[in-house]
């Protein structure tokens, strides 16, 4: 059975894959870029937007934790347990197919034995931070995509070249058996920040910044 723990390995590894085909794919234009990095991307963006659906659909079973409820003082019966502020009708009994109550939609509660409670809006569950432990291999691959899509991206000279320089006292201190953490963190910040003011080709800057962030996020899960 899959669970909310591999769905959500299995998207991190996703963006991840993602996110160097975009860097690789910055140093073009809509017109000029490769027909089978075009397909790849398109293939990424649908395999993560189809694994960010079924991460956001309900899991039941799986590897999570118990949640803490207040449940004193119970006005219904058995309760069936929604993290978030819940109001509406409560439903109880055993269904088999589709309910509507007051006129609003149906909400197909086959299999449901106890109460259960609508909520009113939307409900947010927080786990806290979740990281996909990412490898030195990968780190530098996108290290070196984006020294490819900063060469391309019509940067003033002296910004490519001071970004370039950057990002090689990081990738130098990245093979470091014992690299200066604080060095190449504040190199690839610096990075980030200069990019986040930088003006080159319609578009590809934009494609920029997010993948110095992501190499920043990176770099303070590896080099601690």
Known sequence: ????????????????????LEAQAAGYTALTIPAH?????????????????????PVTGGDRGPSAFDQRGPTAGTQTNIGGNVTGPVLSGNFGGPVAVGGGEAVDLRHSIGAVYKPAGPVEQHFGDRYEAVSLAEFLQQLAALR???????????????????????????????????????????????????DGVAGAVERLRPLAEQLVAWAQQLFR
Do not use: F
């Open 1 to 20: 059975m899959t669970t909310h723990s591999d769905l959500t390995t299995a998207l991190e590894r996703a963006r991840r894959a993602l996110a160097i």
């Open 37 to 57: 990095l075009q397909l790849e991307l398109e293939e990424k963006r649908r395999e993560v937007a189809d694994l960010e659906a079924r991460t956001a659909s």
């Open 148 to 198: 490819q899509a900063v060469a391309a991206a019509g940067l003033a000279p002296e910004v490519t070249e001071s970004v370039t320089a950057g990002l090689r006292t990081a990738e130098k201190q990245a093979r470091q058996s014992r690299p200066n953490a604080a060095l190449l963190l504040h190199q690839l910040q610096s990075i980030a920040a200069l990019l986040a003011t930088a």
